[in-house]
């Protein structure tokens, strides 16, 4: 089952603008983690962010996480047309079982165009 | 470095036909490995994984198996092929190491359709 819900489902941007994508989830989580997918390839990670962070950076790449409403932000500033992507929230969860493998469950993204 | 490999990238099959889709890991050992289902503009949903050689769970009861034959390699596999089969199908692995971060790392994905 689907674990992160992004929102919204597609934006369009011009070059230099700042793009941003929300995620929520509905358990409690150990991390949660942004992924970029440009079309019919396999995901590239991001940037990821723990349960105890309320912000993180990386380059033009911005994540915010609020546990108690249990949603996440990832804000791109002045974005680029090589910025066109889906984008996916992944969460991890905070308790697993023995045994198991710690699975990172996906949202169904953000499909992000930045017009030149 | 680590890398991953999955093969082939692009697959058309009959109905009824068999299915393999191979993934290897290197540069590392012991990895946690995934197999994961992605429709047409959709999220991906995880289909198998596997946190050692011969152990595999299932999350979706479907018409697929896995395997994991060595360490470092995971395989996707059908008897009879649906319809319903169609759709990228990505590999990915993270670490079991302890207080490591829990990123995936990702294959470059294989597009099945089901013909």
């Known amino acids: 089952s689907q674990q992160g819900e992004e929102d919204p489902q597609a934006l369009s941007i011009q070059e230099g603008e700042n793009a941003t994508m929300n995620c929520s989830y509905k358990t409690s989580i150990n991390n949660l983690q942004w992924y970029r997918q440009n079309s019919g390839r396999g995901l590239v990670h991001l940037i990821l962010i723990r349960s105890n962070e309320r912000e993180k950076h990386s380059g033009r790449l911005r994540v915010t996480l609020d546990t108690s409403k249990k949603s996440s932000s990832l804000l791109i500033t002045a974005s680029r047309a090589a910025d066109t992507a889906s984008y996916f929230c992944?969460?991890?969860?905070?308790?697993?079982?023995?045994?198991?493998?710690?699975?990172?469950?996906f949202g169904s993204g953000t499909q992000l165009t930045v017009l030149p | 470095s680590q890398t991953i490999h999955q093969w082939p990238a692009t697959l058309v099959q009959p109905v009824g036909s068999p299915l393999s889709l191979e993934c290897t890991v290197e540069g590392t050992s012991n990895p946690n490995l995934y197999w994961y289902r992605q429709a047409a503009g959709r999220g991906l949903q995880l289909l198998f994984y596997?946190?050692?050689?011969?152990?595999i769970s299932s999350e979706v009861p479907q018409n697929l198996s896995a395997s994991r034959p060595q360490d470092r390699q995971f395989i996707l596999s059908s008897k009879k092929l649906l319809l319903s089969d169609s759709g990228f199908y990505l590999c990915?692995?993270?670490?079991?190491?302890?207080?490591?971060?829990?990123?995936?790392?990702f294959g470059q994905g294989t597009r099945l359709t089901v013909v």
């Open positions: 992944a969460t991890v969860p905070k308790f697993i079982s023995s045994g198991s493998a710690r699975q990172l469950t």
């Open positions: 596997s946190v050692g050689i011969g152990q």
């Open positions: 990915a692995w993270t670490t079991t190491q302890a207080g490591v971060g829990t990123e995936a790392f």
